[in-house]
Structure formats: structure tokens, C-alpha cells
């Protein structure tokens, strides 16, 4: 589309599926103030927090991903589609959280050391809180030492710890060997995910479960901590 049909450009005008592509397009184009109005007027129009997340946003992401690994995006444009994200995911977060609920137990999750990436942790975290649970958000970039302390201070059920590169995934089992050392291995759920983990990954490494997505962590939380508690999941 020509800039100055993109400047005319009445998102109120464009019906559901139009919508969704153009926040896509907006998200891939780093336009984060029209990214949060495209997300809102989905919001006005019924549409739930989870499919805004789901459809318009991971689903923009992904196309994001699709062309920095192919070489047609660079960093600097990756860097403000993900601040668009971002801008869209700050809107749908206190929709997804639940308030008042009895929380379900107490996650600590961060993004492993070396690695900077925040989108899809930022969204476990959101999902989970969103479920019930407790959430305790280290950021990014967080070393073994960091994490112990966190578990020492919150007394989590769960620890998460999300990786996206493959240099940086190695890293969790760090912080489960020192977890071991520690003696403290048993006293929480390990639950790992990002891209290039997989489920053998997980168990190489001694975690409890690689997590597919922020859905499936919610899912795998909610198990583990009913198996604890010695009751059917669901119950
Ligand atoms: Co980066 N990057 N990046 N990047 N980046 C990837 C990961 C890459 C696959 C792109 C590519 O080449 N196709 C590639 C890694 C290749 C590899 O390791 N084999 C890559 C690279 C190479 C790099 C740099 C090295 C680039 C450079 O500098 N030359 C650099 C590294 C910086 C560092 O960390 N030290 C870098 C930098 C960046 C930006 C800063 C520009 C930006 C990050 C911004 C930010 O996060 N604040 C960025 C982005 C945005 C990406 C891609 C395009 C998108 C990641 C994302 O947000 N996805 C990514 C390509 C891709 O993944 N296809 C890429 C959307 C998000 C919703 O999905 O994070 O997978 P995801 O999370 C999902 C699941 O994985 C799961 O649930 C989430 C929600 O459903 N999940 C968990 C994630 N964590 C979990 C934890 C859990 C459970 C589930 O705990 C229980």
C-alpha cells in the first residue's frame, strides 16, 4: 500500500480478517501506536485478550521471525516490531490477569544468561498470572547466582527459565546443576521453554518439562502442581 493510502488508512473501517493482517503488517513495520489501536478496536469489537494475543500478535511475530532468519529483516527492524509487540501485549495484560482469584502457587521465570529476549517469557508470565498463578519476573539476562536468590526470597512452586538462542540454552542446566548442588532441585518444578528447546532437550537436562508454548506452560503448571497436591489435574 502507497504512504499516503497508509496515512488515510481508517482502521475502524476494515473488518475482522483486514483488521488482523494490518495490525500484522503495522506490528512487521514497527508502528506501535497503530498496533495498540488496532488491538483495541478488536477488544471493543468482542474479540478476547487470548485471540488478540494468539492471532494478531504471536502470529505477526512469527512472520517477523520468518524474514530476520531469512535476511530480509535486521536487528534494528526486529528491535521495533518487538517494541510494537510489546506496545499491544501492555494493553491485553491486565485483561489477562485475573484479580482476587486464590492463586494456584508461585512461578519464578526469567530469560537464562546471555540472552536478551523478553517477548515470549513476557508472555508465559502474562498467561500464567492470567491463570491463577503468582508470577515473579526476573527480566533478562539472568545468571545462575540471580535465580538461587529468587528461589531463596519467593519460595517458588515453579522456577521457568526461557532461552531463544541455541548458544544460550545451555545454560539452564547451570542453574539446575547448581540447583542440585544446592540441594535444592527437589523443592521446585522445573519448567523450560523458548524456540530452539525441544522435549529431549528438556530431559537432558534434568528440567520437568519443556513447555511448546505459553498455553502448554499453563497447562504443565496446573498438572504438576495437582500431582503435588496429589489431586486428579483439573480437579
Ligand atoms: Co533474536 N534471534 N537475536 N532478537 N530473535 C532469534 C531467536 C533467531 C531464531 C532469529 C533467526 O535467526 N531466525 C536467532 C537465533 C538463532 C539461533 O540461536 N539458532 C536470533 C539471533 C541470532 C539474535 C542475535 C544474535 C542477532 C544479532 O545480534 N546478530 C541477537 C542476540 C541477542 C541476545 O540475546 N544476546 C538477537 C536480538 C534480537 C532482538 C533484540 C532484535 C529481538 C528481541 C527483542 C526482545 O525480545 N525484547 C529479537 C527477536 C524479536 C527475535 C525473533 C525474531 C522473535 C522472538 C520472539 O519474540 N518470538 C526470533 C525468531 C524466532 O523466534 N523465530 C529471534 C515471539 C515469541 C512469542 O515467541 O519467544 O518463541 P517465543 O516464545 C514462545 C515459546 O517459545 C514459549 O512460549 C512463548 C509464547 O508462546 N516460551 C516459553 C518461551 N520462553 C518460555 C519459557 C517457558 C515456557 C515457554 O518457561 C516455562
Known sequence: MA????????LRELDDQELTEQIQDDLYDGLKDEVAEGVNI???RGWTPYDVLTKALVAGMKV??????DGILFVPEVLLA???????????RPLLVETGAPKLGK???????????????????MMMEGAG???VNLGINTDAEEFLKAIDEHKPDILGMSALLTTTMPYMKTVIDELKKQGKRDDVIVLVGGAPLNEDFAAAIGADAYCKDAAVAVDTAREFIARRHNQPAGA
Request: proline share 0%; no cysteine; net charge negative.
Open 3 to 10: 504512504a499516503d493510502e497508509e496515512d488515510d488508512l481508517d
Open 42 to 44: 478488536l477488544l471493543e
Open 64 to 69: 517477523v521471525g520468518d524474514d530476520f532468519r
Open 82 to 92: 518487538a517494541n510494537a509487540m510489546k506496545e499491544g501485549m501492555a494493553i491485553l
Open 107 to 125: 512461578m519464578v521465570i526469567a530469560t537464562v544468561k546471555g540472552d536478551i529476549h523478553d517477548i515470549g517469557k513476557n508472555l508465559v508470565a
Open 133 to 135: 498463578f503468582e508470577v
